[in-house]
C-alpha cells in the first residue's frame, strides 16, 4: 500500500519567514502533486512534479521532487498571511493523499 | 463553467437515516471521485468512476454506495448512517486518472 507522510503537521509562523515542508514516502511514484485548501474549500493544485530531481516554481514557492521520486518538498521564501492554508501532497494513479501541512503565518 | 457543484452543503443526520449527497461537473471529464476529509487525515478515497456505468472501490468504501448514469454527475449514498460517517466530502474529476483533480466545495455532514 502506497502511503505518503507529511511533515510537519502544523506550522505557525510569522510573515516574512521561510518554511519547508515534506512529503515522504517508501513508494516511487510516477508524480507527484501539491494542492492548497482554504477553509470552507475544496483543495486546488499548485503543481506537478513528474521527473526524479524536478524543481518548479511559482512565485515565492519552490518544489522539488527527489531523485528516488519518493518524495517531495514546498519550500516557502518571505511567507504572506495569505500563504495561509492546508498544503496536501498527493500521487498515485487513484491519488493517495498526504495528511496534510496545515500553515499559518501571522502578520 | 460552474466546474464541480456539490449539493447540499450541508446536512445533519440521526442515525440509521439514509441520504445521496450530489455531484455535477460540466467539463466533460471521464474520471469522478468521491473522498472523505476528517480533520488531520488528509482526503480518503471512498469510490471513483472512470466513465458512465463504470465504478469502482478506493480506499474506505464501506457504508456508501455510488452509481454513475451519465458523464456529469456521481452521487454518493449513504444507506444507513452512522455516527463515523461525520465527515466534510469532496467529489472531484479528471480528465486522466492521475491527472489534475478539480473539486467541489464539499458537503459538511454530521450524524447524531
Known amino acids: 500500500t502506497q502511503l505518503l507522510e507529511q511533515s510537519p503537521q502544523f506550522l505557525s509562523i510569522q510573515e516574512g519567514e521561510n518554511l519547508t515542508v515534506y512529503c515522504n514516502s517508501s513508494s516511487v511514484f510516477s508524480s507527484l502533486q501539491w494542492y492548497r485548501q482554504e477553509p470552507g474549500e475544496g483543495p486546488v493544485l499548485l503543481v506537478t512534479?513528474?521527473?526524479?530531481?524536478e524543481v518548479k516554481k511559482l512565485k515565492r514557492l519552490t518544489f522539488q521532487f527527489g531523485d528516488a521520486r519518493k518524495d517531495s518538498s514546498l519550500h516557502i521564501t518571505a511567507a504572506q498571511p495569505g500563504d495561509t492554508g492546508l498544503y496536501l501532497c498527493a500521487g498515485g494513479g487513484k491519488l493517495i493523499f498526504g495528511q496534510g501541512t496545515e500553515l499559518s503565518v501571522k502578520p | 463553467n460552474a466546474g464541480v457543484t456539490q449539493t447540499p452543503k450541508f446536512r445533519i443526520l440521526k442515525i440509521g437515516q439514509s441520504m445521496t449527497l450530489q455531484c455535477t461537473q460540466d467539463m466533460n471529464h471521464n474520471y469522478m471521485y468521491w473522498y472523505r476529509q476528517d480533520p488531520g487525515m488528509g482526503l480518503k478515497l471512498i469510490y471513483y468512476?472512470?466513465?458512465?456505468?463504470?465504478?469502482d472501490k478506493g480506499e474506505v468504501p464501506n457504508g456508501y454506495n455510488v452509481s454513475r448514469s451519465t458523464t456529469e454527475d456521481f452521487p454518493l449514498r449513504l444507506e444507513l448512517a452512522a455516527p463515523s460517517q461525520t465527515s466534510v466530502y469532496f467529489c472531484?474529476?479528471?480528465?486522466?486518472?492521475?491527472?489534475?483533480?478539480?473539486f467541489g466545495p464539499g458537503t459538511r455532514l454530521l450524524v447524531l
Open positions: 512534479v513528474v521527473t526524479g530531481g
Open positions: 468512476s472512470v466513465g458512465a456505468g463504470i465504478t
Open positions: 472531484a474529476s479528471s480528465s486522466i486518472l492521475s491527472g489534475t483533480q478539480y
